[in-house]
């Protein structure tokens, strides 16, 4: 069992580097984000709610999120381990997070923080608007998304800290680069 939480601002390419880590490890990847993202293509209640927060770049509420969350794990329930991408977003589901993983007998064994600098977070995240689709990507919402990471998001960081589980990547390498590196430090944990 290997339980991950690839961390980082928006555009710093946690999606992309939990997709690789997942086939590489045969973990299983849970986004938040990819999971909101199909209840707002699904057209349900909880999507159309998620929806009002998202496209103003604001973060969904806690309580939604960590309900969406314990029911993709217990989806997942026979998993090699899993890989969190973009949660958690905030302290408090940090601290939810932990008597979750406790209630099925789990614990996390590291955080990788994909260390980026808001400029490229942004040029990154400019580029992917031409063709994401997504109704985040633009130029207004993205530069908020950076300021919430850094209000609500990054106090995050102290908390794995305090517990020993924080391991920073450069996030400025190549997609290859990185991955590398964070394949290095899973090494580690086996
Ligand atoms: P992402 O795909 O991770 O960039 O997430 C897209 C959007 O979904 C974010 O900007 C938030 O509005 C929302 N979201 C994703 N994960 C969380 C979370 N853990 N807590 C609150 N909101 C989230």
Do not use: C, W
Request: glycine share 8%; aromatic share 6%.
């Amino acid at each position: 069992m290997l339980n991950l939480i690839i961390f980082g601002g928006p555009g710093s390419g946690k999606g992309t580097q939990s997709k690789l880590l997942a086939e590489k490890f045969q973990l299983t990847h849970l986004s938040t984000g990819d999971l909101l993202r199909a209840e707002m293509e699904k057209g349900s209640e909880l999507g159309r709610i998620a929806k009002s927060f998202t496209d103003g770049g604001n973060l969904v509420p806690d309580e939604m999120i960590v309900k969406i969350l314990a029911s993709a794990i217990d989806e997942h329930k026979n998993a090699n381990g899993y890989i969190f991408d973009g949660f958690p977003r905030t302290v408090a589901q940090a601290e939810v997070f932990d008597d979750m993983l406790k209630a099925r007998a789990q614990k996390l064994d590291a955080l990788f923080d994909l260390v980026t600098p808001d400029e490229v977070l942004i040029e990154r995240m400019l580029f992917r608007a031409q063709t994401s689709g997504r109704a985040d990507d633009n130029p207004e919402t993205i530069k908020k998304r950076v300021e919430i990471y850094h209000q609500q998001t990054a106090p995050v960081l102290d908390f794995y800290k305090a517990r020993s589980m924080y391991t920073a990547i450069d996030g400025t390498l190549s997609i290859e680069g990185t991955a590398q590196a964070i394949a290095d430090e899973v090494a580690k944990l086996l």
